[in-house]
């Protein structure tokens, strides 16, 4: 992706590295004494983070929205994928390529909500290192990028993009812009009421239909990171194997990957971001289409 020298958004608060986080969440909730058993499963501890950030926002009605649902595990490396790491990516670099990846979807969405009668509030997205604080909770490394809709924030620590690519096999920079653009589409779906609405009816559904439930709305914005790379696309900003890479992240991140690469089995009830193959599907339609109107992924279209 063409990116330098480009534009960069202001709403970027960077974090990295800010010493004080410890302390400041020691009067507040989070802190290693809230850690949750988990069972004995290996990477407990980030688990044990999720449940604490899943719990603090179920019961603030403020679920956090990931990209992964910290399904972090040791996932093989590799995938023979064409790769274009941004070169010799510093955490500067990324920081930048994050700040213009944010502002092209700034461009993208204020334009679409202009033409649907509306006006786009962007996101602030967070940059910080190990841990931080957010609306949702804690947000840790481990648990991958997210969406907090009780703050409007997207938290992503920059070493992730690393997981990413080693133990995910999805290297490449558009695999990273992919990253940021689908949490953006959670954030689209907070201002247009479609969270708001997922955390009031999740109150009363069984855990098996909540997860179908949070399928439906990751695809969805997957599809909404597909219609960015289409933007992306007409600015003629993309090089050749960009869509590629967002195709191949898509597919590593899907639950059913994520399930056979770090447990072995794959239980579909527990799905709450969709297979590999309908991840890709939903990508590739929002980017052939570049139309909001296609990516209803709640009438079981697909
Ligand atoms: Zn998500």
Redesign the pocket.
């Known amino acids: 992706m063409k990116w330098r020298g480009r534009k960069r958004s202001s709403n970027i608060e960077d974090r990295r590295g800010a010493s004080g986080g410890l302390f400041r969440r020691s009067s507040g909730m989070g802190g290693s004494g809230f850690r949750i058993p988990t069972g004995g499963r290996s990477g407990g501890m980030g688990i044990g983070f999720i449940v604490i950030i899943l719990i603090v926002g179920v019961a603030l009605g403020i679920n956090p929205?990931?990209?992964l649902?910290g399904s972090l595990g040791t996932g093989t490396s590799g995938s023979g994928s064409v790769s274009r790491p941004l070169p010799e990516a510093g955490q500067d670099d990324l920081a930048d390529f994050v700040a213009v990846v944010v502002q092209d979807t700034e461009d993208l969405w204020t334009e679409v909500f202009v033409e649907n009668g509306m006006t786009y509030e962007p996101a602030t997205v967070v940059l910080f290192t190990d841990t931080d604080s957010s609306a949702c909770g804690l947000a840790d490394a481990r648990t991958g990028p997210?969406?907090c809709p009780g703050d409007q924030n997207v938290y992503i620590d920059l070493s992730f993009y690393e997981t990413l690519r080693s133990q995910f096999g999805a290297p490449g920079d558009f695999a990273q812009a992919y990253v940021i653009a689908?949490?953006i589409?959670?954030h689209v779906q907070n201002l247009v009421g479609v969270l708001p609405e997922y955390s009031r009816a999740i109150q009363s559904m069984s855990e098996e239909e909540a997860n179908a439930y949070s399928v439906q709305?990751?695809l969805q914005?997957d599809c909404y990171a597909g219609i960015w790379a289409s933007y992306v696309g007409e600015e003629n900003l993309l090089d050749d194997g960009d869509v590629e890479e967002a195709i191949n992240a898509a597919e590593q991140i899907g639950d059913d990957a994520i399930q056979s690469r770090t447990q072995g089995v794959v239980i579909p009830k527990t799905f709450t971001?969709g297979t590999s193959a309908q991840r890709q599907e939903w990508f590739e339609r929002g980017y052939a289409t570049g139309d909001v109107g296609e990516c209803d992924t709640f009438s079981g279209a697909i």
């Open positions: 929205m990931s990209l649902d997210f969406y689908h949490e589409g959670h709305i990751e914005a971001h």
